[in-house]
């Protein structure tokens, strides 16, 4: 009786968050795989969506393995899958693809990331899907996108970092070019697709339009924050240099070793930043050179700052150091590790990481939702499932399938 309690508890919890959420009531199909489109997924998920994974029956999504593991079971999944029912279907069959296509007539919203043309291989041609649910969104994520002569190639992110410009720009000026060690382009692009998935669905219920299909290169968002590179080549000829942790556009700007062999890092984006940091460190007197009123005059100069700065803190612990810029209301910042960012009270204040209650791994932190909302905040109601978790309650009570006919399928491997 206690644990039905407790069950029915977690289960109307579960409710009021998602009805939190400014997007309860979006249904959202989500059979893309690895980061970008799953994430995507996730923050929709986050935000209030019913969020449906669908897997490869006996394959499953190939981010599960992916990453650090306990227990086997894998810990990047854990976040990325959160809030997603899971279930295994084998779209490659008729009669998956026939299940698919039930269930894509009462979805708000597809993201898919398989090559151009898979899903028309299917018999699961967007037109056609888009025929039966006028209203449906289809968020289509790719390396390269769906047109053009790169658009079959197999790609994933690191070809976008690397093809960008942002590996070139990236590291020491006499080292190699430099990729990110973690997904920096597919995250980019994930948040893309989310805000674009938002867009299309405001198109569609505000404006009193259709359904849509957003078309996503992995490479295109990337290239858009990378800043003012492309129009100064257009304009200019130039391109950037890497310059390792300095920039082209400020400085004082990079890290700096303390005394006792921690990091920090300074920015001095704003003019008045600079002289309140070379005034902190003893020399005032750089801040009346004529060059020093602008970001790129003092970027010319940064052999020369960066000596300044280092030499000051060099001969002080991280503490000292980060309190006496604090007091002189100058930026900078520590440079921490994973442990150092959790137990942060800034960020423990914000509660930039949560704690979520998990049937195989008891209670994990994991980041929090992407941003904060006043009236629809979002919430994580659960982390990522074991594949297949929800198959027999979605086909049930979303398609109205017998237990009979569910047992037949995955007898022969179509469902799991």
């Not at 049937?359 to 499932?385: E, K, Y």
Request: hydrophobic share 45%; net charge negative; glycine share 10%.
């Amino acid at each position: 009786m206690e644990q039905s309690f407790a069950r029915r508890k977690e289960v109307d919890d579960q409710a009021t968050a998602a009805a939190s959420g400014p997007l309860t009531g979006i249904r959202v199909l989500d059979c893309s795989t690895v980061f970008a489109g799953p994430l995507a997924c996730q923050i929709l998920g986050d935000f209030g969506a019913e969020v449906v994974k669908i897997e490869h029956p006996s394959l499953g999504d190939a981010l599960r393995g992916h990453g650090p593991a306990k227990d086997g079971i894998g810990l990047w999944w854990k976040m990325v899958a959160r809030n997603k029912r899971c279930i295994g279907l084998d779209l490659g069959e008729p009669e998956g693809a026939a299940i698919f296509r039930r269930l894509a007539e009462h979805a708000d919203v597809l993201v898919e990331s398989f090559r151009p043309g898979t899903l028309e291989r299917w018999g699961l041609a967007v037109d056609d899907l888009e025929a039966s649910n006028p209203r449906l969104v289809v968020v289509r994520v790719t390396g390269f996108g769906q047109t053009g002569p790169y658009a079959h190639r197999p790609a994933f992110g690191t070809l976008a970092e690397a093809m960008s410009g942002f590996a070139a720009m990236t590291g020491e000026p006499d080292g190699p070019p430099t990729l990110p060690p973690f997904g920096l382009a597919d995250g980019i692009a994930g948040i893309s697709a989310a805000l674009s998935a938002v867009l299309a669905l405001y198109h569609r219920d505000a404006r009193s339009g259709g359904g849509q299909v957003v078309d996503l290169a992995i490479l295109e968002p990337l290239v858009t924050v990378l800043g003012p590179q492309p129009i100064a080549y257009d304009q200019l000829g130039e391109l950037p240099a890497r310059l390792g942790n300095r920039s082209a556009n400020n400085a004082p700007r990079n890290t700096y070793r303390c005394a006792d062999g921690r990091w920090v890092a300074v920015s001095t984006s704003a003019t008045s930043v600079a002289a309140r940091v070379m005034a902190l460190v003893g020399h005032p007197e750089v801040a009346r050179e004529p060059w020093f009123s602008t970001g790129t005059g003092r970027a010319a100069h940064a052999d020369e700052l960066d000596t300044m700065v280092a030499s000051f803190i060099g001969a002080r612990k991280r503490d000292e150091v980060l309190a006496l810029f604090e007091e002189a209301n100058a930026a900078v910042a520590p440079v921490y590790d994973t442990a150092e960012l959790m137990d942060d009270p800034q960020v423990r204040h914000r509660e930039v990481f949560t704690a979520v209650a998990d049937d195989d791994l008891g209670t994990i932190r994991m980041q929090n939702v992407l941003f904060r909302m006043s009236a629809t905040p979002g919430a994580i109601r659960f982390a990522g499932r074991r594949l297949g978790a929800d198959t027999d309650a979605v086909l049930r009570t979303e398609l109205g399938l017998e237990a009979e006919e569910i047992q037949r399928l995955r007898e022969r491997g179509i469902v799991a």
